[in-house]
């Protein structure tokens, strides 16, 4: 039998495109023993973390990401709300808690959040750290000393996706530029949080686009804890309405391969989990998947129902991991 040398980490630290291409490229059997291998020596195989995700301020924003329902530039039918009151949101985060979640995530379409809208969330955060809950916001991009803002207010995480390869952003978005979003994970890093840093699989992109999104999540220093990934959710009204859905087997590669190359996070199956049947989330699982999005919606996409999650992880000899 030939053995296919596995692609080793330069002595730089840095992952080249090449190197996660070949890790895509090789037979799926081979893929998943390694990267089932790799996840077996940082984890339990049978824990995922529970993570609930909130919005609490809908619609209206200004940026043109093209797969985004809330975008104000395209035409979803959704309409633009204020900022959800604080007794409502800890309202849903003891719900979630009731149903095993262990951190509940705020999100908020906003570019970037003004002082004011800083103040209340921050005043949430307090309020849900309080319940016992990890807590995680996503509010868009961040300017100097608001990531201590919100770091000060006990926030654990700060999500902020990468969607995309440097070279394919701007076929999904034009608003902002790929050094925006790097310079507010550098905020983020620098005032001492956690990283919850994706992107989205299926946008159009090429297989050697999605080497390229891998490899700069796994070429931040240090890679992001949490790193979410998305099979897109193709919304009627968004420029992506219409993309050729990707094959669920490139969407395991990248799972896998996320694996590999970001041995120590925590990867999480997020938006489009919905439309996987529960034995391609169980190779999503195999692959190295090791954490989900319990709740019925993801911001403004559909969610399994948390009942079928429970039943899926009992099938599958699967427990909830607080870690």
Not at 167 to 189: G, H
Not at 262 to 291: I, T, W, Y
Not at 297 to 313: G, H, R, V
Request: proline share 7%; glycine share 6%; charged share 20%.
């Amino acid at each position: 039998m030939q053995v296919i040398p596995l692609p080793i980490r330069p002595a730089t630290g840095r992952w080249r495109v090449a190197d996660v291409l070949a890790l895509y490229e090789l037979p799926l059997p081979e893929l998943l023993f390694r990267a089932q291998s790799v996840h077996r020596e940082h984890f339990d195989p049978t824990a995922i973390q529970i993570s609930s995700l909130l919005s609490i301020k809908t619609g209206g924003c200004p940026e043109d990401c093209g797969y985004c329902s809330q975008s104000a530039r395209h035409d979803t039918g959704l309409a633009a709300d204020k900022l959800m009151p604080l007794d409502e949101v800890l309202a849903a985060a003891r719900a979630a808690k009731e149903s095993g979640a262990h951190r509940f995530c705020m999100g908020a379409a906003w570019r970037s959040p003004k002082p004011h809208h800083l103040e209340a969330v921050a005043e949430m955060v307090r309020e849900v750290k309080a319940l016992g809950l990890e807590t995680c916001v996503t509010l868009g991009m961040l300017q100097p000393g608001q990531a201590e803002q919100l770091k000060d207010a006990g926030l654990d995480y700060y999500n902020h996706n990468l969607d995309t390869s440097p070279e394919f952003y701007s076929n999904v978005v034009t608003t902002r530029c790929y050094q925006d979003r790097l310079d507010t994970l550098e905020r983020v890093r620098d005032a001492g949080l956690n990283v919850c840093c994706g992107g989205i699989i299926g946008m159009g992109e090429s297989r050697r686009e999605r080497a390229g999104l891998i490899a700069q999540l796994a070429n931040l220093e240090p890679y992001p804890e949490s790193v979410p990934i998305n099979h897109l959710v193709a919304v009627p009204g968004t420029p992506l309405a219409d993309v050729e859905p990707l094959d669920v087997f490139e969407f395991i590669r990248s799972i896998a391969v996320a694996r590999i190359t970001m041995p120590r996070a925590k990867v999480r199956l997020s938006a489009g989990r919905q439309d996987l049947s529960e034995a391609e989330q169980a190779m999503c699982f195999l692959a190295g998947a090791n954490s989900i999005f319990y709740g019925e919606a993801l911001l403004t996409t559909p969610n399994p129902q948390t009942q079928a999650d429970q039943a899926l992880m009992h099938k599958l000899g699967l427990h909830a991991d607080p870690a």
